[in-house]
């Protein structure tokens, strides 16, 4: 379900993120969401702004690890696995697939509530649940699907690739 992420060395204690980004607020541009290095705790704007500064930053200087620093979200990020990463019990990261686990987990309910994992079925009673099949098995045709999440998702019932 997940792999260890090597770069979280960089990760740094950061003060709280700044209410702009730091450098579209120098150039007088704007910006979508909020982001945070956890490296150097610069804020600066996501991949949706017309700037994307902090993508520019991690390849420019390396910082490879950053948060949002959105008030109502909560996640990190580590453009060094292209995934989103967690804090582990014994105090590691790790980068998930975060739509992965979380298509596993509505599976599941689907499932429990007496739902069916048919693809007729599927994209008429729960077209997010359609996609996420959708998604899966195309990631797993290519082999880019972890295989841990590979055979968690086979372990549902009526599955099929
Ligand atoms: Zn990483
Ligand atoms: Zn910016
Ligand atoms: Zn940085």
Not at 71 to 82: A, H, R, Y
Not at 130 to 150: E, F, I, N, S, Y
Request: one cysteine or more; charged letters at 20%.
């Amino acid at each position: 379900m997940s792999r260890p992420c090597v770069h979280a060395d960089a990760i740094s204690p950061v003060p709280p993120p700044a209410s702009g980004c730091e450098t579209c607020l120098e150039i007088g541009d704007t910006w979508v969401h909020l982001r945070q290095c956890l490296t150097c705790g610069r804020t600066l704007c996501c991949d949706d702004s017309p700037n994307r500064h902090m993508s520019r930053h991690a390849r420019a200087d390396g910082h490879l690890i950053m948060r949002t620093a959105e008030p109502d979200e909560d996640w990190v990020f580590c453009f060094g696995d292209d995934a989103l990463v967690r804090e582990t019990a014994t105090g590691g990261w790790e980068a998930f697939d975060w739509y992965v686990e979380e298509g596993l987990e509505a599976a599941t309910a689907h499932l429990s509530a007496g739902g069916s994992l048919d693809d007729a079925a599927l994209a008429t009673a729960h077209e997010e649940l359609a996609q996420w099949v959708g998604h899966v098995r195309a990631k797993h045709a290519t082999g880019a699907l972890d295989a841990a999440d590979a055979s968690a998702i086979e372990a549902l019932p009526g599955w099929t690739w």
